[in-house]
């Protein structure tokens, strides 16, 4: 009940194409949906959260897609550039706790 | 700002060592995680602290693995003995708060290939 789902596990996209990455949870206590983005040799870096109190959420070319009903959230890269090319994480967690539940990751490449 | 610093940045070490990895989180941060991240279980917390308290530790694998954090600048991750199912990269991230959704910043990462 604590999992997180993540996928695709690898993406390729075509510059200038939209990147979705998918992720799925089943505990309802989850309240807070973070992205993380982490380069080779890099630690995670925090892109982009929602809480599902809204069903959409964009910051520039990202943007986060939350449905509570089904409990399911996506991340949606729009214009994808080489630069984007990175892992991709979801996340969840809850009031209460700061412990962060992470998908399995997705491996974004963006061809130029 | 020079964000969480980690060492060593990789670690080579031979089944039974003892292995300490090193954090120093963001100045004026209080609350430190530690994770560790393999290709099999992905990115997974091994336990985290408030105010240099342990408040959840229930991802620390076995006895082997220990932390602490004596102040509020530093915390070290233990392995003793180590075993080459504890080869992975172990992350130190710190927050400026105790809410759950305060952003955590990571470190670069501890590479730690046990043979």
């Known amino acids: 009940q604590q999992q997180v789902k993540q996928s695709p596990q690898s993406l390729i996209v075509q510059k200038g194409g939209i990147s979705i990455i998918n992720c799925a949870y089943e505990n309802t206590a989850f309240d807070y949906f973070p992205w993380y983005q982490q380069f080779p040799g890099k630690g995670p870096a925090l892109l982009i959260a929602i809480r599902p109190d809204v069903s959409e959420k964009k910051e520039g070319r990202f943007t986060i897609s939350f449905n509570k009903s089904a409990k399911q959230f996506s991340l949606h890269i729009m214009d994808s550039q080489p630069g984007d090319s990175a892992t991709y994480f979801c996340a969840a967690t809850f009031q209460g706790a700061q412990k962060l539940v992470f998908g399995q990751g997705t491996r974004l490449t963006i061809n130029p | 700002d020079a964000g969480v610093i980690q060492s060593p940045r990789h670690e080579v070490t031979e089944m039974g060592q003892e292995v300490t990895l090193r954090c120093k989180p963001i100045?004026?941060?209080?609350?430190l995680f530690w994770y560790r991240q393999t290709m099999m279980r992905g990115l997974e917390l091994l336990i985290y602290f408030n105010n240099n308290v342990p408040i959840d530790d229930s991802g620390m694998p076995e006895d082997r693995f220990s932390a602490k954090m004596p102040n509020a600048s530093f915390s070290t991750l233990k392995i003793q003995p180590s075993e080459p199912r504890d080869s992975a990269v172990y992350f130190c991230?710190?927050?400026?708060?105790?809410?759950?959704?305060?952003?955590?910043?990571f470190g670069p990462g501890t590479r730690l290939t046990v043979l």
């Open positions: 991230a710190s927050s400026g708060g105790q809410v759950h959704t305060d952003t955590q910043y």
């Open positions: 100045s004026g941060h209080n609350s």
